[in-house]
T-cell receptor, first 114, second 111 residues
Framework: AQSVTQLGSHVSVSEGALVLLRCNYS??????LFWYVQYPNQGLQLLLK??????LVKGINGFEAEFKKSETSFHLTKPSAHMSDAAEYFC????????????FGKGITLSVRP | NAGVTQTPKFQVLKTGQSMTLQCAQD?????MYWYRQDPGMGLRLIYY???????DKGEVPNGYNVSRLNKREFSLRLESAAPSQTSVYFC??????????FGEGSWLTVV
C-alpha cells in the first residue's frame, strides 16, 4: 500500500519569501509523485509530477520539487512567494501499474502575508 | 475543450433521499474516478473505473454505487443519503494514473 505524509496543515510565509512544503511518501514500488494545487471553490490543478528520469522537476507558476529516494521525500519549493500562491497544496503518489490510483496526502494550506 | 464536467455543482438532500452525481469527460481517457474531499482528510477515493465496463472499490465505498455508462460517463449514486456524506465530490479521469484531470467539484449537503 502507498501513503503520503504532509506534516502540518498550514504554512504562512511573507510575500517574496521561500516557499517549502514538505511531502514524504511510502511505496513498495518505484513511485510516481505529484503535487496538485487547489484554489478556493475549484478543482485540483496539476503543478508538477515525477515519473522517471531527472529527479528535479519544474512545474507551473515557478514551483519545483526534488525526488529524493533515500529520504522518501518530494518537497515542493518556490524561491519567492506571491500573493496568488495562496491555496491548498496536495502531494500524491501512485505507481506505474495499469490500474494504479492516486493516494493523496491531507493537504497543506499556504497563506502569503503582504 | 471541457475536460471533466460534473453535475450538479450544488445539492442539498434530506437524510434518506437518493441522488446521482453525473460525470463526463471528453479526453478519451480510459480511467475515471470519484473522490470525496473533507476538511483535514485530503481526497479519498470512493470508486474508480479502469476501463469501460469495470468498476472497483476505493478507500471509502460504503453508501455509494457507481456506473460506468460508457467510456465518457461515470456516475456516482447515493441510495440513502446520510449526514456523513456531506462533502465535496470530485470526478476525475486519466490515462492510467499518469496525470489525473479533475472536475470542478460538487458540493453536497445532507441535512
Amino acid at each position: 500500500a502507498q501513503s503520503v505524509t504532509q506534516l502540518g496543515s498550514h504554512v504562512s510565509v511573507s510575500e517574496g519569501a521561500l516557499v517549502l512544503l514538505r511531502c514524504n511518501y511510502s511505496s513498495s514500488v518505484p513511485p510516481y509523485l505529484f503535487w496538485y494545487v487547489q484554489y478556493p471553490n475549484q478543482g485540483l490543478q496539476l503543478l508538477l509530477k515525477y515519473t522517471t528520469g531527472a529527479t528535479l522537476v519544474k512545474g507551473i507558476n515557478g514551483f519545483e520539487a526534488e525526488f529524493k529516494k533515500s529520504e522518501t521525500s518530494f518537497h515542493l519549493t518556490k524561491p519567492s512567494a506571491h500573493m496568488s500562491d495562496a491555496a491548498e497544496y496536495f502531494c500524491a503518489v501512485s505507481d506505474s501499474g495499469a490500474n494504479s490510483k492516486l493516494t493523496f496526502g491531507k493537504g497543506i494550506t499556504l497563506s502569503v502575508r503582504p | 475543450n471541457a475536460g471533466v464536467t460534473q453535475t450538479p455543482k450544488f445539492q442539498v438532500l434530506k437524510t434518506g433521499q437518493s441522488m446521482t452525481l453525473q460525470c463526463a469527460q471528453d479526453m478519451n481517457h480510459n480511467s475515471m474516478y470519484w473522490y470525496r474531499q473533507d476538511p483535514g482528510m485530503g481526497l479519498r477515493l470512493i470508486y474508480y473505473s479502469a476501463s469501460e465496463g469495470t468498476t472497483d472499490k476505493g478507500e471509502v465505498p460504503n453508501g455509494y454505487n457507481v456506473s460506468r455508462l460508457n467510456k465518457r460517463e461515470f456516475s456516482l449514486r447515493l441510495e440513502s443519503a446520510a449526514p456523513s456524506q456531506t462533502s465535496v465530490y470530485f470526478c476525475a479521469s486519466s490515462v492510467q494514473a499518469n496525470t489525473i484531470y479533475f472536475g470542478e467539484g460538487s458540493w453536497l449537503t445532507v441535512v
